[in-house]
């Protein structure tokens, strides 16, 4: 009996929406449900809020020709009115900006491919700077104030009083303590003029909490410049 029941009720859910689809107004419902259905199966954000405003543009379509309704048209508008706030913030957090030369090198050594959005907001959390030959950027067994980018110029690592390495433009300052928060292994000295780009601690753990692609970047740059200073060694 229930078996009979559900298979009656299921021929009349197909045999009502069968009967809608030549009704012009059911169309435009069907379509609506239909877009929303595909927003939310878009992993790319951007599509998701575009085919939400064509569904939104859809349904208030549907409700001026055929069944006007003050507050649906407020709540929809309003709908379509956010995501295309949304699409425009995307939209400027993507667009091509033109990058220096040091911010191009950067990026090249950092990660090539990173998007547009992400560089920029990486870039914008950094800040250039310029240490004098002589001066000390971290010293061993304390803490490291940030992660610290080398764009030109020398380093001198020192442990327990000797020099075991030299790092240069590309290498990276500080990325262990970054990982581990241990203090530093090392002193680094630089042996000539140096031009970085520094990274904050907080602002950049802030950062990455909200943007994983970056946080995904950091390993795999850390990765390829510890193979580069092991090369080095060796």
């Not at 050594?109 to 998007?115: D, I, K, N, V, W």
């Not at 500080?174 to 090392?186: I, K, L, R, S, V």
Request: net charge neutral.
């Amino acid at each position: 009996a229930i078996q009979s029941f559900v298979v009656q009720e299921f021929t009349s859910l197909f045999e009502s929406l069968g009967n809608s689809l030549s009704n012009p107004a059911m169309m435009f419902t069907h379509l609506t449900y239909v877009m929303l259905f595909a927003s939310v199966m878009m992993r790319d954000i951007a599509w998701l809020r575009t085919i939400a405003v064509v569904a939104g543009g859809t349904k208030i379509y549907f409700q001026q020709f055929y069944s006007p309704d003050p507050i649906d048209l407020f709540w929809e508008s309003l709908l379509i009115a956010v995501n295309l706030l949304q699409l425009a913030i995307i939209w400027l957090d993507n667009r091509r900006r033109n990058f220096s030369a040091r911010e191009k090198a950067f990026l090249a050594t950092f990660e090539p491919a990173l998007p547009n959005a992400e560089a920029n907001a990486l870039l914008k959390s950094g800040e250039w700077g310029v240490v004098e030959a002589g001066s000390t950027l971290t010293r061993q067994g304390e803490s490291v104030g940030g992660l610290i980018y080398i764009a030109s110029g020398n380093v001198r690592i020192e442990a327990n009083g000797h020099q075991v390495a030299t790092c240069g433009p590309g290498d990276f300052l500080g990325e262990m303590t970054w990982q581990t928060g241990q203090p530093a292994t090392g002193t680094a000295v630089a042996e000539t003029q140096v031009e970085i780009l520094g990274f904050q601690r907080g602002t950049l753990k802030n950062l990455l909490e909200k943007r994983q692609v970056l946080g995904f970047a950091f390993q795999s740059s850390f990765n390829r410049n510890l193979i580069a200073k092991l090369s080095r060694a060796n």
